[in-house]
């Protein structure tokens, strides 16, 4: 077999119908090689399925450079120089960006800001709020 037959045999493992499956690694390739926070900052309220979609890549990536394997090794497709997410509580989100609590509780429950749920509560890297904050023309 050639190598572009190959390679569309392997991808048609990804594709299922019109949908393809993007694993969390890939996700977090995307976000550290292919500045996929600015595209979504970028493009945000233009087609809410698209939104999604690029928020749903976010947040697999965030969670996949979170996770640690059972030996305690960080994932082999983390970018090595990238520095460990730190995450923060919707009230310093808040403070960094001059609004209430519950408007940042709202962003994240719109998908208007990329974060996770850890025990009911939201959590918001930091990375990912600095880039929502540029896309706002913040400081």
């Given at each position: 077999m050639d190598r572009r037959a190959a390679v569309n045999t392997s991808a048609a493992r990804y594709l299922h119908g019109g949908v393809v499956i993007v694993?969390?690694?890939?996700?977090?390739?995307?976000?550290?090689?292919?500045?996929?926070?600015?595209?979504?900052?970028?493009?945000?309220?233009?087609d809410p399925r698209r939104d999604a979609v690029l928020m749903a890549l976010a947040m697999a990536a965030h969670q996949h450079m979170t996770v640690t394997s059972g030996d305690g090794c960080r994932s082999a497709m983390e970018p090595e120089a990238a520095a460990?997410?730190?995450?923060?509580?919707?009230?310093?989100?808040?403070?960094?960006?001059?609004?209430?609590?519950?408007?940042?509780?709202?962003?994240?429950?719109?998908?208007?800001?990329?974060?996770?749920?850890?025990?009911?509560?939201?959590?918001?890297?930091?990375?990912?709020?600095?880039?929502?904050?540029?896309?706002?023309?913040?400081?």
């Open positions: 694993p969390a690694e890939v996700a977090a390739w995307l976000l550290a090689n292919g500045d996929l926070n600015r595209l979504r900052v970028a493009t945000r309220g233009a460990p997410l730190e995450w923060m509580s919707t009230t310093q989100a808040a403070d960094q960006l001059g609004v209430t609590d519950r408007a940042v509780r709202l962003a994240c429950q719109l998908g208007r800001l990329a974060a996770r749920q850890v025990g009911g509560r939201w959590q918001v890297s930091r990375a990912v709020l600095d880039e929502y904050q540029r896309g706002k023309g913040g400081t």
